[in-house]
T-cell receptor, first 115, second 114 residues
Framework: AQSVAQPEDQVNVAEGNPLTVKCTYS??????LFWYVQYPNRGLQFLLK??????LVKGSYGFEAEFNKSQTSFHLKKPSALVSDSALYFC?????????????FGTGTQLKVEL | DGGITQSPKYLFRKEGQNVTLSCEQN?????MYWYRQDPGQGLRLIYY???????QKGDIAEGYSVSREKKESFPLTVTSAQKNPTAFYLC?????????????FGPGTRLTVT
């Protein structure tokens, strides 16, 4: 069965510093990988996705993620964090074939950016 | 939150009552999904529909029911058989074809059952 793991429940970073939110996945085929962000009492907003091609994917609001097949990871990064980046971040995976359109989500990582 | 609306934003019900959550999309998407979100557990799939008049159970379908009579609508009924219905419910959709496999989410409905 496919799964994703977000090993950190919370990440704290100072504004202006780089941030990383970790995600590892487990699938038997080639994955589609996604990052979403959720602000309090709101729906999820799509940030970026990896389907194929370049391992470094750029997305919304200055975020990027690096796909690493050997480490089965898809960590979310941003060179300089903003207080407004504070939110709950979810990694998700979809099988490239045979999985329909279902996504499996991680448990989420709360990002707190402090002044 | 794109072109997906969920109503109401907050819903309160007494235990033993069925309640229906609304989800409407104007994105012309074929596929629609219902998730439940609980603190520390991420999102769990309740039901999904890839085409009108067809739907499948997700990972936690017990105590829930859905219908898909129109492409734009996918209502979720939380029945009295659902043991722990208090949660944040999210509806999502995607095109179901091509390379746009990301799902687009509505703003959610917070259901409280007492």
């Amino acid at each position: 069965a496919q799964s994703v793991a977000q090993p950190e429940d919370q990440v704290n970073v100072a504004e202006g510093n780089p941030l990383t939110v970790k995600c590892t996945y487990s699938v038997s085929g080639n994955p589609y990988l996604f990052w979403y962000v959720q602000y309090p009492n709101r729906g999820l907003q799509f940030l970026l996705k990896y389907i194929t091609g370049d391992n470094l994917v750029k997305g919304s609001y200055g975020f990027e993620a690096e796909f690493n097949k050997s480490q089965t990871s898809f960590h979310l990064k941003k060179p300089s964090a903003l207080v407004s980046d504070s939110a709950l971040y979810f990694c998700a995976v979809r099988l490239l074939t045979g999985g329909g359109n279902k996504l499996t989500f991680g448990t989420g990582t709360q990002l707190k950016v402090e002044l | 939150d794109g072109g997906i609306t969920q109503s109401p934003k907050y819903l309160f019900r007494k235990e033993g009552q069925n309640v229906t959550l609304s989800c409407e999309q104007n994105l012309n998407h074929d596929a629609m999904y219902w998730y439940r979100q609980d603190p520390g557990q991420g999102l769990r799939l309740i039901y999904y529909s890839q085409i009108v008049n067809d739907f499948q159970k997700g990972d936690i379908a017990e105590g829930y029911s859905v219908s898909r009579e129109k492409k734009e609508s996918f209502p979720l009924t939380v029945t009295s058989a659902q043991k722990n219905p208090t949660a944040f419910y999210l509806c999502a959709s995607n095109s179901g074809t091509g390379s746009s496999y990301e799902q687009y989410f509505g703003p959610g409905t917070r259901l409280t059952v007492t």
